[in-house]
């Protein structure tokens, strides 16, 4: 009767955070993920490896010369360190693409710093910051530098988790007014230690001081799983955008485990 209701719970919540999410652009990008403040455990190297695959996506650029979504498969090595039980340092590298107008490409690359409430999957409460800083191919973004700000904010209810990541994407024109609202939220499930289902939603409603009007907005609404093995961890999904600006199906699977 308890798993009943907590997945009764669980199916309401997810259905509220879906509906309630706003509209907005789901830009071109090689990681789709809501950070839950975990890191690599202290003196520790990780490897997550992020692909995603539209095999119906927007036909046309984002802007002049850039990569056309559909049919696009992207992705990144993320290199990451455990410096201490509070910061790690990451590494994205290579950020890569094959797409039907650029073929095979490069599209630059990351460095990140991650700041953590320690040990956030034994608490209740918890919170962090991520910071990144990109060199991007202009085919990429249309800007050479840009760098993102991700709050991190969570609760374990267990076995039901709620996160959320209120990203600001920083193309360093017009101050703090122009920064991009990106958000992220995920609500999961669960079943063991070592396997969850998983509604996200991945947002961008364009900059704080002005936000787009409803018909440049998209907004994506996925099906995640998370799987953990002897080899390492999974996560894969499927998205479905819900405006005419965004990508129709997204796929996307992540392989992530510890090198040392």
Request: include cysteine; hydrophobic fraction near 45%.
């Amino acid at each position: 009767m308890t798993i009943l209701k907590n997945m009764r719970l669980f199916a309401m919540v997810a259905l509220t955070i879906c509906a309630a999410a706003p509209l907005a652009t789901f830009a071109q990008t090689d990681e789709i993920q809501v950070y839950d403040a975990s890191i690599a455990p202290q003196g520790k190297f990780n490897l997550t490896w992020h692909n995603n695959f539209t095999p119906d996506g927007l036909k046309t650029p984002a802007f002049p010369g850039a990569i056309i979504p559909d049919r696009s498969f992207n992705g990144v090595t993320e290199w990451a360190y455990g410096l201490t039980d509070w910061l790690e340092l990451g590494l994205y590298l290579p950020l890569y693409s094959i797409s039907k107008n650029h073929d095979a490409t490069i599209n630059g690359g990351k460095i990140r710093l991650l700041f953590v409430k320690p040990h956030a999957a034994d608490r209740t409460f918890f919170y962090g910051a991520n910071f990144e800083f990109s060199y991007n191919a202009t085919y990429w973004e249309p800007v050479r530098f840009t760098s993102e700000i991700r709050p991190i904010i969570g609760v374990h209810l267990h076995p039901v988790d709620i996160i959320i990541n209120p990203i600001l994407d920083n193309s360093f024109r017009g101050g703090f007014a122009n920064l991009d609202f990106a958000p992220a939220a995920r609500i999961a499930y669960n079943f063991t230690p070592k396997f969850a289902l998983a509604a996200e939603s991945y947002s961008d409603v364009g900059p704080l001081r002005s936000v787009l009007p409803t018909r440049f907005e998209s907004h994506e609404v996925w099906g995640v799983f998370d799987r953990g093995t002897k080899i390492g961890s999974f996560e894969g999904g499927i998205g479905f955008g819900v405006t005419p600006a965004s990508d129709k199906i997204t796929l996307k699977l992540m392989f992530s485990r510890d090198l040392n």
